[in-house]
Structures are given as C-alpha cells and as structure tokens.
C-alpha cells in the first residue's frame, strides 16, 4: 500500500530581518497517520547549472580584487592579508606548477596536513588543474593513509612534514599510482608555482572550462567508526548547493553587520567535511578567513586575540571545555557563586528570548535584561574576550550541544547555529534558523532540503548537496549510496510539529537489554560528557541486564576540583577507588538517568584509568567513539559492570 501524506504547504522564506537576511517562514510539513514524517524548505539559492569552485578566486579576483580574502599568520605572530588578486595568482601559479609535473585532469591530489594556509591553497589551485583533493588526517596512521591512498589512487601526495612524507616512505611499492611526493615545511608548494612558469594561463582556463557542477572535486574519506573508511564522492555542485544556501540563511553570519567585516578563524581539521564547506563558504561569500594549526589550548587563545574573527566553527566539546573553563576560573578567584548566579540568568535570557521568538512569550522581563546587564561585563564578556572579543555567532555540529549550553551562550551574546549532516552530505543538512531557533534541536532543513523519518525512525536526507555515492575503485568508480536520490543516515530522530529535527542516537549504537528495552546511549553519554570532572562517557548494556558505562576522566578538571577541596594535584588513574570522586560522579549519573526511563537508566558504572584517545584507536579524528575497539581493550571492565 502506497504511504499517503496529509501536506501543510509554508510558504518559502520572504523578506528581510533586521539584519537584511532573508526570514525564515518554516518548512513544508508531510505527516502520515497524523505524526510529521517529512520537512522540506524550498533553496535560497538558485542552483548552480555550469562553473565550477575552481571559478571562485577568479571571479573574486575579477569583480573584487582588493578585498581582503584571507589572513595568513607571520613568523613573528602577526597576521599578513592576502587579496583576492594576490590569491587568485597564487592559485594560478599552482595550479600551473602542477601541470608541469605531468598531473592531468581528473587526477587525485591528496593533502596530509593541518588546518592552514597552503591546505586552502591547494585546495583551489587542484580544482584549478581539473584535479580531485583527498584530504588525509594528519593525525592518521600509517596503515590508515596507505589505505587511503591506494583505494583512491592518488597520483601525487602534499604533506605537511617531512616526517609525515618519511613514514609514508616504506609504504611507496605498495602504491605504484603515487608518482609524486611534495613537502610544504621543505618549500615545495612554492617550487610549484616555480617549476609552471612556462604553462600558459590558457591552460588554466581550458582545465576549468571542462569542469561543471557534475563534475568530481574531492573524495572524502568517513572516519570510520565500524570498519575502513569508504570515500564519499562530492561534486563541485554538492559544495555550491551547500554553501549558496548555507550563506543565504545565515546572512548575518557571514555579511557585513554595523559596517564590522565578516571573518573567522579555522581551526577545524580541513580533512573534516565540516570545516572544508565553511572555508569554501568563506572563499564563495567573500569573507576573511584565517586558519590556526595548533589546537594546543594557548596557541588558540593566542590565534583567536590576534585574529578577532566575528564567528567560529566548533564541536559541542569545545563550547562544553570553553564553559567549564571558565567556571573554574571563577571558583579559582573565589567567584563561583557569582558565575553560577551569572550562567543562570544567561539561559534564563536565552530561552525567554527564545520563546519570544517563537510567539510563545513576552521575551526578557526587565528584571532579567537588568541581571544579564549586570554580569555582562563580570562573566559574559570575559568568554567573549577569550574568543577575541568579536565573535558574534558560533556554529556548531558533530553531535548534540544540549539546550542548557545553547541557552547560556545565547544569553551570554553568542549566537548559537547548532546544525547537522555527514560527510556525504557535503556538511550540514539542517540548521537552526535564524531569529526562530529551538534549543536543543538541529534546527530545521537547509534550504533546499527534504529530511524524512522512515518507519523505524532512520533519518533520511534529500537535496542538492547529497553526494553521488561512494567511491569503489573495484566497481569503476562511484557507487550510489541510496534509493531514489535518498540518503539513509543511520541516525535516528524525529521531527516536531514545526519540523526541528532531534538526533536521538545512532541506528547501530542502539542497545537492546535482555529485557528487550530499546536504549539511544547518546543522550545519557552527552550530558555526562559535559561535566567538568569527565573527558568520555561510553554507554552500554546490549543484551544485558541493565544498562551501564564506561567513564574517563578529565586531568584539568580533576586538578582543578582536587584543588577547590584542598587536597594535592594527582594523576587521575591514582583516584580510582577515591570515595569523594565516586560520590560526585555518581551524582551526575543520577542527574544523566532523569533524562531517561528506570529501565534505560545507568545502574552501575566503571571508571578507566586512562582516557579515549585518537591514537589508541578509540576515538575518530572528529571525536567519535569507536565502540568495537573500546569494548574490545576494556572487556575486563565491562565484565566487571556485570560480575557479582
């Protein structure tokens, strides 16, 4: 029997805010048996039909060579601007370079570094050539990059160091395609844009006149967390549908607002489709973007005050660590009470703005505008001082923020665009609308997108930033990944009456106890994670009796709490049978169990003495658990949870 769809049609966006971005009227909304099962809003944007991203710095350059395109740190710590003329030549030189080394279009260049200058520049000068990037994880391993070479096939590889080229050295017979080899600390980017001198710029312009919206730009490979990463195939036009409409919604994220510039500084990985679509926002959008290699906590505060960028990228731990922080500083000052009064009245003001926007209330009374007021230059302005002291908006994705911490920094003056999408989705899928933002959700779909919940509550995605498919070397090339043009997620969600999407857990993470009870471990993990005392929170209980979990601890937090109750600094694998730690922990688990049923509540729980790390394999580069590797290295533990 055919599903049949009970429409509410909303009409598209209209108008302009006070901000002169366009208003959102909300999402077309589809039900079945009376419960919303699928939300469309209708593009911004309309789609792209030729050209290509390799166009951008041109075109930039064309209409607008003087504007300040990017930002590139000095030696000495300062910050050199780069124009949109200057840049458009040095993708031009590049991309001539890699001409003349015999790479041809269609090609893949693959780029194994972190987060900077010369990665954005290889980036537009490969696409420039008609080549594809495939970005690799600096922090990967050896096995992991050789993988990821071999099942793209790349023919020339850039690394960051000389070490990184070095490790990779051994693994060279086994990868006969790879004819190339180039360094940026050795200078080889810039012997590039030597040795293609002689390349006429037509070259160029032919090169880029073969490309289109269709055309393969990069393979980015998933982090796998079940298994070996699989390459995901995005199109130049999957980035251009992406970002059009993206830039379209958060106008004031990324125009001039009060005559103030419109930049941010990158820090996320650029192997990360997330951090990749935000730079080719920037570059599409005209905005000055700035790039920080070091995530180190004092090379960014330094970055950050340097740069002052108006909005940040980031991941839910982030803003957790950035408010943690700061109310351990608090307390270090003897100003505990007064940040806890302070982070109150902020989510107080955050959601009653909120509900004002929603038409569900009046908004700040007086007295509330008058307690931020008053905190302001206490508390709010200090965590927007650490971030440079301009940032405006933040926006985040990788995982659920949790609407206490959306509330307080938007209370505390910080916009909070929380979104959510994959790496096969070109970055974000939803996002939250502007001036109509539901804490706590992901907002709705981005314009141009249809988000549906099939009947066992998987998330499926439609629209033009979907990609083709997944890279299979073996089977030709690019294999469609879903139905009918529709991505299946593997989370699980739901839609509200509005069409705010919730991500409630992932498809293969939900855990089913002996009793037969259907447990999500995300939200139970995500309000744990975000206590001060605890790094990561692995829950489990699949075909158990009761649901349990996996605890590390944070080092800062730890130091910080040993301190307020007067006792020495210790190493935190030394305070396992600590009594005072366990009484505190096992008060967050009771607060975490409110969340959730008796039967879905955690029982009993272990802490490690060491934390999930990347390099032990237990988490991915975007800060995903991998649950097979964790349940395998702590059995013992698990066993424990579950012994007499």
């Avoid at 429409?7 to 048996?33: F, K, Q």
């Avoid at 520049?121 to 600096?138: N, S």
């Avoid at 971030?387 to 307080?408: K, M, Q, T």
């Amino acid at each position: 029997m055919p599903i049949s769809y009970s429409s509410v049609p909303v009409a598209a966006p209209t108008g302009l805010g006070h901000d002169g971005g366009p208003v959102p009227a909300g999402p077309e909304i589809r039900r079945l048996n009376g419960e919303v099962r699928e939300a469309y809003v209708p593009p911004l944007a309309p789609r792209v039909t030729h050209g290509s991203l390799a166009d951008l710095p041109f075109e930039n350059a064309a209409e607008e060579p003087g504007h300040r395109a990017l930002s590139r740190r000095d030696p000495d710590g300062g910050w050199t601007d780069v124009t949109a003329a200057r840049f458009a030549e040095q993708v031009l030189a590049v991309a001539k370079g890699l001409i003349s080394e015999g790479l041809m279009p269609g090609d893949r260049i693959a780029v194994m570094a972190r987060t900077t200058y010369e990665w954005t520049l290889l980036d537009f000068a490969a696409w420039a050539a008609g080549l594809v990037t495939v970005p690799v994880y600096p922090t990967s391993s050896v096995f992991q990059a050789r993988w990821i070479l071999q099942d793209a096939g790349v023919a020339a590889l850039v690394t960051e160091t000389l070490a990184q080229a070095a490790a990779l050295g051994p693994e060279r017979p086994h990868m006969p395609g790879l004819r190339h080899v180039w360094v940026m600390e050795k200078g080889h980017v810039d012997r590039l844009a030597e040795v293609g001198e002689h390349i006429p710029d037509q070259e160029i312009s032919v090169r880029r006149g073969m490309l289109g919206p269709d055309t393969l730009a990069t393979l980015v490979y998933t982090s796998g967390t079940t298994g070996r990463p699989r390459g995901c195939a995005l199109t130049h036009g999957n980035f251009l549908a992406e970002v059009d409409n993206a830039t379209a919604l958060l106008h004031s994220v990324f125009h001039a607002q009060d005559d103030e510039e419109p930049s941010t500084l990158l820090f996320l990985p650029l192997s990360h489709v997330f951090g990749r679509m935000v730079a080719v926002a920037c570059i599409r959008a005209r905005v000055r973007l700035g790039h920080a290699p070091s995530l180190e906590a004092q090379d960014l505060l330094d970055d950050l005050g340097s740069f002052r960028p108006t909005f940040l990228l980031a991941i839910p731990y982030m803003l957790e660590k950035i408010y943690n922080n700061a109310r351990a500083t608090a307390e270090r000052g003897g100003r505990a009470a007064l940040f806890d009064r302070a982070a109150d009245v902020a989510r107080r003001h955050g959601e009653a703005t909120e509900a004002r926007q929603h038409g569900t209330g009046p908004g700040p009374g007086r007295a509330l505008k008058t307690a931020r007021a008053f905190y302001d230059p206490l508390v709010y302005r200090r965590i927007r001082n650490a971030l440079g002291g301009r940032v405006r908006h933040v926006i985040c994705g990788g995982s659920p923020l949790g609407r206490p911490l959306a509330a307080f920094f938007a209370g505390a003056g910080i916009g909070i665009y929380e979104g959510y999408g994959l790496t096969e989705t070109t970055g974000a899928a939803t996002v939250t609308p502007p001036l109509k933002p539901r804490l706590g959700t992901v907002g709705w779909p981005l314009p141009g997108t249809r988000v549906r919940i099939a009947a066992d509550g998987e998330v499926l995605l439609n629209g033009g930033q979907v990609f083709r498919g997944y890279w299979d070397p073996g089977a030709g090339g690019v294999v469609p990944a879903g139905p009918d043009g529709w991505l299946p997620t593997g989370d699980i969600g739901r839609l509200d009456e509005e069409g705010y999407l919730t991500i409630t857990g992932r498809k293969k993470e939900i855990l089913i106890t002996a009793g037969g009870k259907n447990v999500a471990p995300a939200p139970l993990e995500n309000w744990l994670r975000s206590h001060p005392l605890i790094s990561q929170c692995l829950v489990l209980g699949d075909g158990r009796p009761y649901i349990g979990a996996l605890i590390t601890l944070d080092p800062e937090g730890i130091t910080h709490w040993r301190q307020m109750i007067g006792k020495h600094p210790v190493p935190p694998e030394l305070l396992l049978d600590d009594e005072e730690l366990h009484a505190v922990l096992q008060r967050a688990v009771d607060e975490a169990n409110k969340l959730v049923s008796r039967p879905e509540s955690i029982r009993r729980y272990a802490v490690l003495p060491v934390d999930f790390t990347e390099e032990a394999g237990h988490l991915t580069p975007s800060m995903k658990l991998r649950r097979d590797a964790i349940l395998r290295d702590f059995a013992a533990e698990v066993e424990g949870l579950y012994g007499p």
